[in-house]
């Protein structure tokens, strides 16, 4: 098992000689000590990217990047059994998700920006005078890309995917509670043919590594997915050095059902949307607005598919739902369940673990809440678990209200069989995404990202290039 740091196409202890042990969530053993980056790796991996831009790396021809980029796609694709075992260990997903989702997703990704790497191009400007105009397209230059925990693999693909076919050089910071599969991710670049320093992967803590890379005046810009005080964090940090930022940060997603709506296919999905990553998902649909006429009868299918669905290893090819990523996920969804009774909403299921509880692991009941008001703290923060807030709604300006009513935007879905009213909210929504009929679909070609706290940038399709390059203008005198 790879557990050091790779800086400039090597292997490395940390300066400090530090380990962190990465822990399974489903048994609570240590699965292995992974070497723990500091800001003197930071440094290092920094001056290796440095390096490494003006390079073979830069002066290559962007289809070359593109063959290399696409070859760490399919190289992911060979090692995918291995690696959905690793990322189900260190994360808890079951391994249905890791096998079907977040490899061959990951996978995707590194296809269409292998492709998409000879597609940058400038334009040419009809400027006034006897001038000639037009624009490069240029990498941004030392990239560093935090990622959460939550999809290991899949959000550091979504920014190293893009970040290279950019030809920028890269430092990846993984998460802490999920360092394995972003280590696998800088062997299989040296694999596919990436030059030494090109991309270069520190695990280590927010709060040292996280921060030094930030806070790095050599860096020059950062990409984020985290929670979003992280990221009102990073933007003080990046202050200093006027570092370009992209956040992609929390939700509070409305899963939005009308009472003409098909509403098994709605009860299925209501389910998947909340439950999907035990609920560790940003676009989680963790508020369920059900339209009043058909509320009693509606939440009565979604209880009745909640109670069948109990958490269990995620290794087994059956499991529906592994454990939390770790004790203070699992704290942190236990403290919530306490707010929510609290404020008076009524526990329909769940609210706590499971007994007995499958292995040691930290493994939480599907919970599903109703009688929640819309300003209540279960109602507007992010709990990032398997917890589900339902609320009813009247048509109309309440609906609005109701589901633009947090500081998020991340995403959201409408639940109707009319097609005018479904496109009209769809407009009216505050929120990058919004699905129709439909819950949590992505794609490596699709925008992705949020609207208000949720926020900033888009990852994903060709609109990541507006973070991952800058645009120069040239002009020449033709009097
Ligand atoms: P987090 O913000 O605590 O950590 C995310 C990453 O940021 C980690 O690698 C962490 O080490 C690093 N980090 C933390 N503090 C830092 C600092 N001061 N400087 C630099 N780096 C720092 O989030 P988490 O708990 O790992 O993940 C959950 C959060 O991520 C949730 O809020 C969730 O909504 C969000 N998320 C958003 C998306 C999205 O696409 N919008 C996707 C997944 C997760």
């Known amino acids: 098992m790879l557990t050091k740091l790779f800086i400039n196409g090597k292997w490395e202890d940390a300066a400090s000689g530090k380990t962190f042990p990465t822990i399974n969530p489903a048994t609570t053993e240590v699965i292995a000590q992974i070497a723990e980056g500091g800001a003197e790796d930071i440094d ?18 962007a289809s070359e990047r593109g063959r290399i ?12 059994e291995e690696i959905a075992r690793l990322e189900t260990m260190d994360n808890g997903k079951t391994i249905t998700e890791s096998s079907k989702i977040d490899v061959p997703y990951s996978a995707d990704l590194y296809f269409y920006y292998g492709g998409a790497a000879t597609k940058l191009e400038g334009h040419t400007i009809p400027v006034n005078g006897p001038y000639f105009n037009y624009t490069l397209r240029e990498p941004l230059g030392v990239v560093g890309l935090i990622v959460p925990w939550n999809f290991p693999l899949l959000l550091a693909s979504r920014k190293v995917a893009a970040a290279l076919a950019a030809g920028n050089t890269v430092i990846l910071k993984p998460a802490a509670q999920t360092p394995l599969t972003a280590l696998v991710l800088a062997e299989i670049g040296m694999e596919a043919g990436l030059p ?10 927010g709060s040292t590594a996280g921060a030094a890379l930030v806070k790095h005046s050599d860096v020059d810009g950062i990409a984020l997915t985290g929670g979003t005080s992280t990221g009102q964090q990073l933007m003080r940090d990046a202050a200093a050095t006027v570092k370009k930022l992209h956040l992609e940060l929390g939700g509070k997603s409305p899963n939005i059902v009308f009472a003409d709506a098909d509403l098994e296919a709605a009860a299925k999905m209501a389910l998947m949307g909340i439950f999907y990553n035990k609920g560790e998902v940003c676009t989680a649909g963790s508020r369920l607005l059900v339209e009043k006429p ?13 109670k069948k669905m109990q ?32 404020e008076g909403a009524r526990l329909l299921v769940g609210g706590r673990q499971p007994e007995p509880t499958p292995g040691k692991g930290y493994f939480f009941q599907p919970t599903i809440f109703d009688n929640v ?3 209540s703290t279960i109602a507007q923060e992010e709990i990032f678990g398997p917890v589900l807030a339902t609320l009813t709604f009247q048509d109309g300006d309440e609906l609005l209200k109701i589901a633009n009513g947090t500081m998020y935007g991340l995403a959201a879905a409408i639940w109707t069989k009319d097609i005018k ?10 929120a990058g995404t919004v699905w129709i009929n439909t819950y949590n679909n992505y794609d490596a070609a699709m925008p992705y990202g949020g609207y ?28």
């Open 373 to 375: 008001q819309p300003t």
């Open 196 to 205: 030494a320093g090109v991309l270069n992967v520190v695990p280590g803590h």
């Open 311 to 342: 958490p269990a290893d995620p290794m087994d090819p059956k499991s529906r739902l592994g454990p939390l990523v770790s004790e203070t996920q699992l704290a942190n969804v236990k403290k919530y369940i306490e707010i929510g009774e609290k």
């Open 69 to 80: 980029i696409w070859k760490m796609g399919e190289r992911l694709l060979e090692r995918a």
């Open 44 to 61: 290092r991996a920094v001056k290796a990217a440095r390096a490494a831009r003006g390079g073979p790396w830069g002066k290559m021809n």
């Open 421 to 430: 009213k479904a496109h009209r909210l769809a407009k009216a929504l505050k």
């Open 452 to 479: 208000k706290m949720s926020g900033f940038g888009r990852e994903s399709g060709m609109e990541a290039f507006e973070f991952y390059t800058q645009s120069k203008s040239v002009w020449v005198d033709l009097s």
């Open 294 to 306: 058909i509320y009693d009868g509606f939440m009565e299918k979604v209880v009745e598919r909640a």
